[in-house]
């Protein structure tokens, strides 16, 4: 019966430490977190407590009064405070962080031993892939990434990193191959020699991913089935089928039942390895391989969800229904698909890298099938706003029956806000005039950092390139997108992602059409578009009188309830002048960021220069005890040692709230 009352007493003390400790600490307290450090903390200090005092007391037959007064039992309880509140500090430092669905980083939810057993796992990976990097002398080349000479050494030894590393790894290097306005032409083709051998799922394998994914039976479904897959990639494979309600062909794609798994360990090492190299080369930290990383994975967590791409590939058909340049989008099977499988038509096709024979047999005019799957390009871009971002020769195809250009694969799709696909237009008419004025507005449109644009310099360097690409049979895409960018990076601005992503697979783009078409220039061509565009603006009201009319009704409609407002607007206006209560007052603290992190910086200041002094005056008092040999000195003591353990709290808040900052400025 003491025993049990014992404990009851303890576990109410634990629970009063959990709340306390909580709300010295601050908000967002993971409880994982509080629960373990309560429970250590608990357990020590009351196992020193006993050891070193109560078992040489009759503590059990105690009153409650006595002991709670006792000042042994006072030590006790604070030092189970403070142990709590640095075990705690002690979790966050070293808690674990992972990728979340927009590829920042955030401190994981799960249980800490699960967090803990999936973190040595990440560990022991991603040190398998530095030792990788450590063999291969990727460090060593890394230092000389400077010199141009010497990139063929860094390409080679990049490209056995993510060769022997495999999976994900594999996948990044193709990705990064493609990314032609940052890599020098050595990394390039380093890169695109990279080949991922997958080994195709299994009959039984298939079998189950159908039963687990079709709504129906597999029979019901379909009347044939073709069993041996006519492609296979580290994401999914692709079967030949017919459809049992119509007979219609069929492609299904099934997603490979370990690609979650895969992605779950290799992402999260990917961007550790990035920070890596980052750590190891202001060359890579200066390219942004780590972000690099980080949007690879994003676009890669779309592309396991099969959802996502049927939705894209239905708003880009949507979206070109009353397009005059006519492309074929294969029709997908919604009531079959889901995020594991889609079900579409089959198309009847060769890629454009090897239809030459199909071109000539149809008669196709090589020119206008480039102009069309430009045209279809710009505009899903520049009116759309939704554009295929992956337009690489397997993803293009000449229809066998109309010779028609067709459309494949919407996992990687971009979308354009108004205000890029204006900037968008701008660069493209800039770029059509020559006129770096246009141009550079095209580009504050299209990035980030407006704020910090100096727009003299800009529009100078700009200027140097239209000069670069003036009296030329071709513009050469690449070079001129890659400057671009150059000049982004070199100003310290930051394109929007969708925008990146744009002028890249425009680079994409510009390499399947000279495939098609070998002398095919995509910005002469553009410039042809772009001048039809405006054309079609220019005469919309003249064309389209009805939608004309309903447009301009519709904003009037917005406009008018504003306009009537303004004369009373005004007189208020005047009216406060005069009486000289409108003043303009503009300093740090008008921008709700600035103040908020000064009046945060001056508040923890506060509590620092606080903590230091009730440290200081403290240890005075503790001093200053040691001479007076009067009663009063006990009263002294204890001010001394609650001081001190004041201040401990105090410093021990401060550094939970600064490795928080640490790791929000790290995302």
Same mark, same amino acid.
């Given at each position: 019966?003491?025993?049990?009352?014992?404990?009851?007493?303890?576990?109410?003390?634990?629970?009063?430490?959990?709340?306390?400790?909580?709300?010295?600490?601050?908000?967002?307290?993971?409880?994982?977190?509080?629960?373990?450090?309560?429970?250590?903390?608990?357990?020590?200090?009351?196992?020193?407590?006993?050891?070193?005092?109560?078992?040489?007391?009759?503590?059990?037959?105690?009153?409650?009064?006595?002991?709670?007064?006792?000042?042994?039992?006072?030590?006790?309880?604070?030092?189970?405070?403070?142990?709590?509140?640095?075990?705690?500090?002690?979790?966050?430092?070293?808690?674990?962080?992972?990728?979340?669905?927009?590829?920042?980083?955030?401190?994981?939810?799960?249980?800490?031993?699960?967090?803990?057993?999936?973190?040595?796992?990440?560990?022991?990976?991603?040190?398998?892939?530095?030792?990788?990097?450590?063999?291969?002398?990727?460090?060593?080349?890394?230092?000389?990434?400077?010199?141009?000479?010497?990139?063929?050494? @860094?390409?080679?030894?990049?490209?056995?990193?993510? #060769?022997?590393?495999?999976? =994900?790894? /594999?996948?990044?290097?193709? *990705?990064? +191959?493609?990314?032609?306005?940052?890599?020098?032409?050595?990394?390039?083709?380093?890169?695109?020699?990279?080949?991922?051998?997958?080994?195709?799922?299994?009959?039984?394998?298939?079998?189950?991913?159908?039963?687990?994914?079709?709504?129906?039976?597999?029979?019901?479904?379909?009347?044939?089935?073709?069993?041996?897959?006519?492609?296979?990639?580290?994401?999914?494979?692709?079967?030949?089928?017919?459809?049992?309600?119509?007979?219609?062909?069929?492609?299904?794609?099934?997603?490979?039942?370990?690609?979650?798994?895969?992605?779950?360990?290799?992402?999260?090492?990917?961007?550790?390895?990035?920070?890596?190299?980052?750590?190891?080369?202001?060359?890579?930290?200066?390219?942004?391989?780590?972000?690099?990383?980080?949007?690879?994975?994003?676009? @890669?967590?779309?592309?396991?969800?099969?959802?996502? #791409?049927?939705?894209?590939? =239905?708003? /880009?058909?949507?979206?070109? *229904?009353? +397009?005059?340049?006519?492309?074929?989008?294969?029709?997908?099977?919604?009531?079959?698909?889901?995020?594991?499988?889609?079900?579409?038509?089959?198309?009847?096709?060769?890629?454009?890298?090897?239809?030459?024979?199909?071109?000539?047999?149809?008669?196709?005019?090589?020119?206008?099938?480039?102009?069309?799957?430009?045209?279809?390009?710009?505009?899903?871009?520049?009116?759309?706003?939704?554009?295929?971002?992956?337009?690489?020769?397997?993803?293009?195809?000449?229809?066998?029956?109309?010779?028609?250009?067709?459309?494949?694969?919407?996992?990687?799709?971009?979308?354009?806000?108004?205000?890029?696909?204006?900037?968008?237009?701008?660069?493209?008419?800039?770029?059509?005039?020559?006129?770096?004025?246009?141009?550079?507005?095209?580009?504050?449109? @299209?990035?980030?950092?407006?704020?910090?644009?100096?727009?003299?310099?800009?529009?100078?360097?700009?200027?140097?390139?239209?000069?670069?690409?003036?009296?030329?049979?071709?513009?050469?895409?690449?070079?001129?997108?890659?400057?671009?960018?150059?000049?982004?990076?070199?100003?310290?601005?930051?394109?929007?992602?969708?925008?990146?992503?744009?002028?890249?697979?425009?680079?994409?783009?510009?390499?399947?059409?000279?495939?098609?078409?070998?002398?095919?220039?995509?910005?002469?061509?553009?410039?042809?578009?772009?001048?039809?565009?405006?054309?079609?603006?220019?005469?919309?009201?003249?064309?389209?009188?009805?939608?004309?009319?309903?447009?301009?009704?519709?904003?009037?409609?917005?406009?008018?309830?504003?306009?009537?407002?303004?004369?009373?607007?005004?007189?208020?206006?005047?009216?406060?002048?005069?009486?000289?209560?409108?003043?303009?007052?503009?300093?740090?603290?008008?921008?709700?960021?600035?103040?908020?992190?000064?009046?945060?910086?001056?508040?923890?200041?506060?509590?620092?220069?606080?903590?230091?002094?009730?440290?200081?005056?403290?240890?005075?008092?503790?001093?200053?005890?040691?001479?007076?040999?009067?009663?009063?000195?006990?009263?002294?003591?204890?001010?001394?040692?609650?001081?001190?353990?004041?201040?401990?709290?105090?410093?021990?808040?401060?550094?939970?709230?600064?490795?928080?900052?640490?790791?929000?400025?790290?995302?």
């Amino acid at each position: 019966m003491i025993y049990a009352k014992l404990f009851i007493q303890m576990i109410v003390v634990a629970i009063c430490i959990y709340f306390v400790s909580g709300r010295l600490m601050g908000t967002q307290i993971k409880f994982t977190k509080r629960i373990l450090s309560v429970v250590l903390s608990v357990s020590l200090t009351s196992f020193v407590y006993w050891y070193s005092y109560l078992r040489y007391t009759d503590y059990l037959n105690e009153s409650m009064v006595t002991a709670v007064t006792n000042a042994s039992t006072l030590i006790w309880i604070a030092s189970m405070l403070l142990i709590t509140m640095l075990l705690y500090l002690f979790f966050e430092l070293f808690s674990p962080l992972e990728l979340d669905e927009r590829g920042n980083r955030h401190t994981s939810q799960k249980f800490f031993l699960n967090r803990l057993r999936n973190q040595w796992r990440q560990q022991k990976r991603l040190r398998q892939v530095v030792q990788i990097g450590l063999t291969n002398g990727f460090t060593r080349a890394l230092k000389y990434a400077r010199h141009r000479e010497n990139d063929r050494q @860094l390409a080679i030894a990049f490209r056995e990193i993510l #060769e022997q590393s495999g999976g =994900i790894f /594999i996948k990044f290097g193709q *990705v990064l +191959s493609t990314r032609k306005e940052l890599f020098s032409e050595a990394f390039i083709e380093e890169l695109g020699s990279l080949q991922q051998n997958v080994k195709p799922l299994t009959e039984e394998q298939v079998k189950e991913i159908l039963q687990e994914s079709l709504p129906y039976s597999l029979e019901s479904v379909f009347s044939y089935f073709d069993m041996k897959p006519i492609a296979a990639a580290s994401i999914g494979q692709v079967h030949k089928a017919i459809l049992r309600r119509n007979n219609e062909e069929v492609v299904v794609k099934l997603l490979r039942p370990d690609v979650k798994d895969i992605m779950r360990d290799d992402l999260n090492i990917l961007v550790d390895f990035a920070d890596w190299v980052c750590s190891k080369s202001t060359w890579a930290e200066s390219l942004g391989f780590r972000e690099l990383a980080i949007g690879f994975a994003n676009g @890669l967590r779309e592309e396991v969800n099969f959802d996502i #791409e049927v939705r894209n590939t =239905i708003q /880009i058909t949507n979206a070109l *229904v009353e +397009s005059p340049y006519k492309v074929k989008i294969p029709r997908v099977y919604t009531e079959f698909s889901n995020k594991c499988i889609i079900v579409s038509e089959f198309v009847h096709g060769q890629s454009v890298a090897v239809g030459d024979a199909l071109f000539y047999e149809l008669e196709i005019d090589r020119r206008e099938f480039a102009r069309t799957v430009l045209y279809s390009f710009m505009e899903q871009m520049l009116v759309s706003g939704i554009f295929h971002a992956d337009p690489h020769p397997g993803n293009i195809f000449i229809d066998k029956k109309e010779g028609l250009p067709i459309l494949l694969d919407f996992g990687a799709v971009g979308r354009l806000a108004a205000p890029q696909q204006e900037g968008m237009k701008l660069l493209l008419l800039g770029i059509r005039q020559n006129d770096a004025s246009i141009l550079y507005d095209g580009v504050m449109l @299209l990035i980030e950092d407006v704020d910090h644009a100096e727009r003299d310099d800009i529009e100078q360097a700009l200027g140097q390139i239209l000069l670069k690409i003036s009296y030329v049979d071709r513009v050469p895409t690449e070079q001129l997108i890659q400057s671009l960018f150059e000049v982004v990076r070199d100003y310290e601005l930051t394109f929007y992602p969708s925008v990146g992503l744009a002028l890249r697979s425009l680079i994409t783009l510009d390499g399947t059409l000279r495939i098609i078409k070998p002398d095919f220039d995509i910005f002469v061509e553009g410039k042809e578009y772009t001048k039809k565009y405006i054309e079609s603006i220019l005469k919309k009201p003249f064309k389209e009188p009805g939608a004309t009319k309903d447009f301009i009704e519709d904003e009037l409609t917005m406009i008018i309830p504003t306009l009537r407002k303004i004369p009373s607007r005004i007189d208020r206006l005047v009216q406060r002048v005069e009486s000289g209560k409108i003043i303009l007052h503009h300093d740090i603290f008008s921008d709700r960021k600035n103040a908020d992190f000064v009046t945060q910086l001056f508040s923890r200041f506060v509590l620092l220069f606080v903590g230091i002094t009730f440290g200081i005056i403290s240890a005075a008092l503790l001093a200053i005890a040691q001479f007076v040999y009067e009663a009063y000195a006990v009263y002294l003591n204890t001010a001394a040692y609650v001081g001190l353990f004041l201040c401990a709290i105090l410093l021990v808040r401060l550094s939970i709230q600064a490795i928080r900052d640490m790791k929000r400025s790290n995302n």
